[in-house]
């Protein structure tokens, strides 16, 4: 006769499925918090507002080490310090170690504070494959009051691009006139490869008639336009989650898998940068990330 006690079969399996998603998510959860894809405090507000989540079952010691600087060592110092047990799940701190731990993290890494939009001039960077193409193009169909400006570039057109709608197709030595004669706001090399920068008469023509500009560039055209224009509003797009972002550079399949390596390292430099930004806006859907970032424009 078979014991009561024991779990019929079917149900074992199926709670050793589930274990092995809770596992799958909380991982993809630590990766998203070590590539700066969502910052620490953005997973303790997951799992304090959800406390059945995979964030909330994660221990303060995977919460810790998934942080970028914080060893196992510098951990269990945070720890004692914090008179938090290692034992403890994020979901299950008391108010004052939640009150402790958030108190630690705004001091060691304040998270980034939106200004008030200053300038017509709105800038969107963000890491490789984020889509800011994507939503740049939204824009530009969906809020004609927005001049979304042509970058020129010395890399190849990839099918589809039409010269003058998606870029300025140049070769080096033109390149170097424009730069040479200051014809460019901003220019940059991306990815150890190709050249691009944003030609400067079509947006002082544009802002001198009162229209917003949006310039979709890469992190280094950002700095340099925040250097020339200290007014410009900057935004950072947020890929929803890593490993989304991996999918992503890996689905448009226009990349080998060398470059695709070279890329994804460059994209965890970046994410590092986006605390330098006004603004960050997750694409976690393209309609919606272009409305909040149209929204930004006086």
């Not at 890469?218 to 929803?240: I, Y």
């Amino acid at each position: 006769m078979p014991d009561s006690r024991t779990p019929p079969e079917v149900d074992r399996a199926a709670a050793s499925r589930r274990a092995v998603a809770a596992r799958r998510e909380r991982a993809a959860l630590k990766r998203d918090v070590s590539t700066r894809v969502i910052s620490p405090q953005d997973l303790l507000r997951r799992a304090w507002a959800e406390p059945q989540s995979a964030a909330a079952a994660m221990r303060v010691t995977e919460f810790l080490t998934a942080i970028p600087a914080i060893g196992e060592g510098k951990r269990d110092r945070i720890l004692a310090d914090l008179q938090i047990a290692p034992v403890k799940k994020i979901g299950g701190l008391g108010i004052r170690q939640r009150t402790v731990l958030q108190d630690y993290l705004d001091r060691r890494l304040p998270e980034p504070r939106a200004r008030e939009a200053r300038s017509r001039l709105i800038v969107l960077a963000g890491p490789t494959a984020v889509g800011k193409g994507t939503v740049a193009a939204h824009i530009k169909d969906h809020h004609p009051e927005i001049l979304l400006s042509v970058s020129a570039t010395t890399r190849p057109p990839r099918p589809g691009e039409v010269e003058g709608e998606h870029y300025f197709f140049v070769d080096d030595a033109e390149f170097d006139r424009l730069v040479a004669d200051g014809e460019l706001l901003e220019y940059a090399t991306v990815h150890n490869a190709f050249r691009y920068g944003t030609p400067r008469r079509p947006i002082d023509a544009a802002l001198a008639e009162g229209r917003t500009v949006l310039l979709e560039i890469d992190l280094q055209g950002a700095r340099q336009v925040r250097a020339a224009a200290p007014d410009a509003t900057l935004v950072f797009l947020l890929p929803p989650t890593w490993d989304e972002l991996v999918n992503r550079l890996i689905g448009r399949g226009t990349e080998g898998e060398e470059e695709r390596a070279r890329r994804l390292k460059t994209a965890r430099v970046e994410l590092a940068s986006q605390g330098e930004f006004d603004y960050r806006v997750v694409n976690d859907d393209v309609a919606r990330a272009a409305s909040e970032i149209a929204r930004l424009a006086r």
